[in-house]
């Protein structure tokens, strides 16, 4: 077996091994396209035998506030090569460079803002094993949601009303904004930036904000990863404007952007928050994930 970086040529190749050895997060090639070559100082290997790609592992940097993480973003093997030390090989060599580039710790799948999933999806049984075998710690558990789009028409004129009397306006955000959005990110979330960047460059901007004297109280955004997917996300109200009902609101103004580009169904990643989700828009818990991380 022999370990070395994909070429981009074999795409397709890897594309079609990731089918069929990760069945419950099948894409399409183009999504795979971006989830393999979209991180400039991201590691792509191959796994080699008898000349057949038999593996795949890409790993990625995660900044986050005073920490950088490495993360596995995909890690795949040929069912019919497993238990031959393929994929813990692909986990060593993509943790050894990580820990070059700067990581101090290595999770799996999570790495926002650009991720497939937020952790091991439960229904992969031999995952635990296979993970734990190597140092890692389950860190607890994530879900993803989902939202039947016509289910609603997600209209919310009588309460944006509402808030209008109270003096606060809830718009589809522009890059004029920027700045006040900025602060409020600073202040609360400022690891959301990346992907709140990604909505204001989006066409239409796919992110809303709501406003009160020149201040913004609260956003919403959707588009910013998976996009062909329909997942919404991230979204958060200041905590002095909690209460007034401008997180619904917002969360429904993207369904219904999600709704009108033709998506059936919405994703909610990573989600936390579950009884509001389920209280504005009818979200369920679609999938459940395992989280993990070693040192590095």
């Given amino acids: 077996m022999t370990l070395r970086p994909l070429r981009r040529d074999e795409t397709d190749a890897a ?8 069945p419950h997060d099948a894409v399409a090639l183009d999504l795979f396209h ?4 979209g991180e400039p100082a991201g590691v792509v290997l191959a796994a080699e035998t008898d000349s057949r790609l038999v593996g795949l592992g890409v790993g990625v940097l995660w900044t986050v506030p005073a920490a950088v993480r ?3 973003r995909l890690l795949a093997v040929a069912p019919e090569a497993r238990r031959r030390g393929i994929g813990a090989a692909l986990v060593d060599a993509l943790a050894d460079a990580l820990r070059q ?10 790495a926002a803002p650009n991720y ?7 229904r992969y049984a031999a995952a635990p094993e296979f993970l734990e075998a190597l140092g890692f710690e389950r860190l607890g558990e994530s879900v ?8 609603s028409d997600w209209h919310t004129g009588p309460e944006e009303t509402s808030l209008a009397e109270a003096g606060v306006e809830i718009r589809r955000g522009h890059r004029a904004a920027r700045d006040a959005l900025g602060r409020l990110l600073d202040a609360n979330w400022p690891g959301w930036r990346p992907e709140v960047g990604i909505a204001l460059r989006r066409e239409p901007i796919s992110l809303h904000v709501a406003v009160r004297e020149g201040s913004v109280l609260g956003f919403s955004c959707h588009s910013t990863n998976n996009a ?5 996300g991230p979204m958060g109200t200041s905590p002095e404007a909690r209460g007034l009902g401008i ?9 219904r952007d999600l709704r009108q580009q033709g998506h059936e169904r919405a994703t909610i990643a990573w989600a936390a928050a579950l009884p509001f989700y389920e209280r504005s828009c009818g979200a369920t818990v679609a999938r459940r994930f395992w989280r993990y991380e070693r040192p590095l």
């Fill in 15 to 22: 594309h079609a091994l990731w089918q069929r050895s990760a």
């Fill in 228 to 232: 062909e997917l329909g997942w919404f």
């Fill in 70 to 72: 490495g993360s596995l």
């Fill in 116 to 122: 497939l999933t937020p952790g091991v999806d439960v």
């Fill in 247 to 255: 997180g619904a609101i917002l969360l429904r103004r993207c369904l």
């Fill in 144 to 151: 993803n949601l989902g939202v039947d789009l016509a289910s």
């Fill in 34 to 37: 971006e989830k393999v070559w």
């Fill in 101 to 110: 580039r700067g990581a101090t710790a290595l999770r799996v799948a999570e």
